[in-house]
């Protein structure tokens, strides 16, 4: 009897320990697999997304600044310097142009446009000679409606013009 006792007291101890042990492997397998599991997607998630976000950021910057360059360069080498004259008169009534520039004068009147220097009837504003009657800043022509005359300013400083066929309609051209 006391024999007996014993081996069922063992078997149900071995079996207890062995529960345990398996409880034990089990929970702690659970334990090391659910910290790895929950430390390795954070980190992948953190250093997968920034590199995915950061490149075509810097790529699409790049790739947008060569070409809004040319036409920002383009723009300065298309300068004109115009003046129109129309029934009214000269537009604009002061231009301010660099030395060595050339203004053209547009007739978009209806009646001759002989634009020449100052003063009326010399011509000897601008300091230059061998004009048809004084500075070479001087038309010496009516031009007709619809054509344009150009003259290049050498010479820094202030000069007023008019049109000879109508002295009454004056302009100035400031040479910087
Ligand atoms: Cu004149």
Redesign the pocket.
């Known amino acids: 009897m006391s024999e007996q006792e014993q081996k069922m007291s063992n078997g149900v101890n071995k079996t207890i320990i062995t529960i345990v042990i398996v409880a034990v492997v089990i929970f702690g397998g659970y334990i090391l697999f659910k910290g790895t599991s929950q430390t390795t997607p954070l980190v992948s998630e953190t250093s997968s997304q920034q590199p995915i976000t950061e490149p075509p950021a810097s790529e699409l910057s790049t790739s947008e600044q060569p070409s809004q360059q040319p036409p920002v360069s383009q723009a300065p080498v298309v300068k004109e310097n115009v003046v129109t004259y129309t029934n009214s008169g000269y537009s604009p009534s002061t231009l301010t142009i660099k030395k060595g520039e050339t203004v053209t004068f547009k007739n978009q009147s209806s009646n001759s446009m002989w634009t ?1 220097s100052a003063v ?2 010399t ?1 000897r504003g601008y300091p230059t000679t061998g004009g048809c009657l004084g500075s070479t800043f001087d038309a010496c022509v009516g031009i007709q409606p619809g054509n344009s005359w150009s003259f290049k300013f050498d010479i820094a400083g202030t000069w007023k013009y ?1 049109n ?1 066929l109508n ?1 009454g309609d004056t302009g100035t051209i400031v040479v910087e």
């Open positions: 020449a009326h009837p011509h008019h000879h002295p």
